[in-house]
C-alpha cells in the first residue's frame, strides 16, 4: 500500500528556507504520476502549492512560484520542497500527495501531514 | 485563477438527513474536473469525489457528486455520525489548483 511520509524542520526562522522531504514507500515515484505539496494554515483551508513528475515537469501555484523549488530524488524515492524567505503566513500543515494519475486528476493519495511553524 | 466558493459555511443537521453541499466556481471548470474532499480533525483531506461524479475507491454510495460547469453539489443521502466533518471542493482542470473554503457539516 501506497505511503507518503512528511519530514523536516518543524520549527523555521522568518526569512530563512523552509525544507521538507516526502519518503514514499510501497511504490515507486518513478511512475507515470504526478506528486505535489499542499499546505493548510492552523484552523483554516487547503492551499496547492505545486506538483512534479519524475521527468521533472512542474507546475506551481503562481503565488509562490517564486519562492518554491520541487524536486524529485529517485534514488531515494523522495520528493523535496523548499520555500524561501518565510513568514509567519508560512506556519502551515503541509502534506505530501500524489495525484490519481496525470495532473488533470485529483490528489488522491495524502502523507499525514507535518506542522511547520515560522517563529524567531 | 478560479475561485470555489461554498456553501453554507456550516450546515447543522441530524443523523439519518439529507445533506446538500453548494460549490460555485468563478468560471467554468474545465471538463467538470472538481473533486470533494472530507477531512476530519487531526487528519488529512480524503478524497470522496472526483469528476465531480464518480466516487472514490471504498467510499459509501450515501455520497454523490452532480454539477457541470459552475455549478457543483456534494449530496450524502442519509447522515452517518462518522460523516460530521469539514468538506472541501476542488478544481484541477485549470492551473493553479484551487480549493473551496469549505463546508463544516456539524451534528444538530
Known amino acids: 500500500q501506497l505511503q507518503l511520509q512528511e519530514s523536516g524542520p518543524g520549527l523555521v526562522k522568518p526569512s530563512e528556507t523552509l525544507s521538507l522531504t516526502c519518503t514514499v514507500s510501497?511504490?515507486?515515484?518513478?511512475?507515470?504520476?504526478?506528486w505535489g505539496w499542499i499546505r493548510q494554515p492552523p484552523g483554516k483551508g487547503l492551499e496547492w502549492i505545486g506538483s512534479?513528475?519524475?521527468?521533472?515537469?512542474?507546475y506551481f501555484n503562481p503565488s509562490l512560484k517564486s519562492r518554491v523549488t520541487i524536486s524529485v530524488d529517485t534514488s531515494k524515492n523522495q520528493i523535496s520542497l523548499k520555500l524561501t524567505s518565510v513568514t509567519a503566513a508560512d506556519t502551515s500543515m503541509y502534506y505530501c500527495?500524489?495525484?490519481?494519475?496525470?495532473?488533470?486528476?485529483?490528489?488522491?493519495?495524502w502523507g499525514q501531514g507535518t506542522l511547520v511553524t515560522v517563529s524567531s | 485563477e478560479i475561485v470555489l466558493t461554498q456553501s453554507p459555511a456550516t450546515l447543522s443537521l441530524s443523523p439519518g438527513e439529507r445533506a446538500s453541499l453548494s460549490c460555485g466556481a468563478s468560471?467554468?471548470?474545465?471538463?467538470?474536473?472538481l473533486a470533494w474532499y472530507q477531512q476530519k480533525p487531526g487528519l488529512a483531506p480524503s478524497l470522496l469525489i472526483y469528476?465531480?461524479?464518480n466516487r472514490a475507491i471504498g467510499i459509501p454510495d450515501r455520497f454523490s457528486g452532480s454539477g457541470s460547469g459552475t455549478d457543483f453539489t456534494l449530496t450524502i443521502s442519509r447522515l452517518e455520525p462518522e460523516d460530521f466533518a469539514v468538506y472541501y471542493c476542488?478544481?484541477?482542470?485549470?492551473?493553479?489548483?484551487?480549493f473551496g473554503q469549505g463546508t463544516r457539516l456539524e451534528i444538530k
Open positions: 468560471q467554468t471548470v474545465f471538463s467538470s474536473y
Open positions: 510501497g511504490g515507486s515515484i518513478s511512475t507515470n504520476y504526478y
Open positions: 476542488q478544481q484541477y482542470g485549470t492551473s493553479p489548483i484551487t
Open positions: 500527495t500524489r495525484h490519481l494519475t496525470t495532473m488533470l486528476t485529483p490528489p488522491w493519495y
Open positions: 512534479i513528475h519524475y521527468s521533472g515537469n512542474t
Open positions: 469528476d465531480a461524479s
